[in-house]
């Protein structure tokens, strides 16, 4: 992670892999498939926001377990700022799917497992925050949110294995439906899907970062007044 | 933690019947919250008696056995640690954290069972019972009522430490326990429709893995609250 902060070739990279997202994304030729026609576009969109939620979310995890270890307040910082992170991954996830769903399945929400399982996720950490904020203290606020976010965090993996099997799913790849893989006969899709990954991703990080900074400044100029 | 490596050492198992004895006697003697958690439930049944009269199926009638319960338990089990605040600071003299948590969970999932038994009793006097296979339908309910009370042990003792404890209690208290939630209430709809054993085993099983996730958490993450 020290490394990254230091140089910034990687955020050029950034903006070159979204560039070419978009563009790509929007306006290269997509094989053509009954229901889905031009809205399989939104898996570039879609799809890598949840790979960044869980990302996002799993760093959460270990860097509450490093505050519990060491009491280090500069992993609570971490911790925190990339559940807030995870959240805006989580809500983007959940609004392009909608948008999507709107046009494949007929209802932006359909009780599908999957849509269940990412807003009971959002919930979680929206939850998260609501308990970060009720405790004055600081160190037991950060103390009991690490807790809470290790106790939540393990529990929502079963959930996110233990939904679909209650019940069917549309979504792609579940349930029976063919995933992307099948699809994607010409790796058009491919090569924008593995770009906007990496591009999101990077993003997510460059983002990330600049909360960090941003909230260790603020604590050092709440410090010195 | 500094205590020697032995899995039960009897001085801790004494401790923890200590504990439990003091959380029944506690209860016992100041009557009001058991007598109040009883009418919650009571009322509670009693009011979707009226709403739900003459359309009963067991689906229904499954759905509302385990929401009431999940309710009442949510009342029942946030009173495990707020009841505690004047002692704890005797306790963090006298007791580890883990027979304190070891206490709490055993007696809270006593509890649970109680309650659940009782609320079984009034559906059957105001409902009906739609069970055939018993033995099933209380094993899947034992299960539950464990995944149901520890998870809320450990809720009600994060929300100790916060300044809106009854909200905390549900805002932290309902995603965590959703896996639980569907499982159980999956499982013994299944039970009611009359599948056996062998339907749904792979249901219980991880019903049962999801249960020894949360206590195991809990024994884990517990002594960083306490100690704060």
Known sequence: ?225 | MSSKVSILPLQDVQKVIQLIKKDFLVDWRQQNPIAGILLYLASTIFTSYMAFKGFLSFEVWNALFWIILLFTAITAISKSFIQEERRSLYYFFLMKPRDLINSKLIYSFIYLLAIAILSLIIFTVLFGNPIVNYSLFVINLILGCLGLSSAFTMISAISFKTSNRSVMMAVLGFPVIIPVLLLSIGNSAQILDGYIWSQIQGNMLTLVSVDVIIIALTFVLFPFIWRS
């Open chain 1, 1 to 225: 992670m020290g490394y990254l902060l230091k140089t910034n070739w990687w955020k050029w990279l950034c903006v070159v892999l979204l560039a070419y997202t978009v563009v790509g994304g929007l306006l290269l030729p997509v094989p053509k498939l009954p229901i889905l026609n031009e809205t399989i576009r939104v898996l570039h969109f879609h799809v890598p926001m949840w790979f960044g939620m869980i990302l996002v979310f799993s760093g959460s995890v270990i860097y509450a377990i490093k505050y519990l270890k060491s009491n280090n307040t500069m992993f609570d910082v971490y911790s925190s700022q990339l559940a807030n992170l995870g959240v805006a991954f989580g809500v983007l996830g959940i609004v392009t799917g909608m948008v999507w769903a709107k046009y494949t399945w007929g209802e932006a929400w359909s009780n599908d497992p999957k849509q269940n399982a990412s807003a009971i996720s959002l919930l979680i950490y929206l939850a998260y925050f609501i308990l970060r904020n009720s405790i004055k203290d600081e160190q037991q606020r950060n103390r009991i949110s690490a807790v809470y976010n290790i106790f939540a965090f393990f529990l929502m993996i079963p959930l996110l294995f233990i939904l679909p099997r209650m019940a069917d799913s549309l979504h792609p790849g579940n349930g029976g439906n063919p995933g992307f893989n099948a699809y994607d006969l010409d790796s058009n899709l491919r090569k924008v899907f593995y770009t906007a990954v990496v591009g999101w991703a990077l993003l997510g990080y460059w983002i990330a970062s600049i909360n960090i900074r941003l909230s260790v400044t603020q604590e050092k100029i709440e410090n010195a007044s």
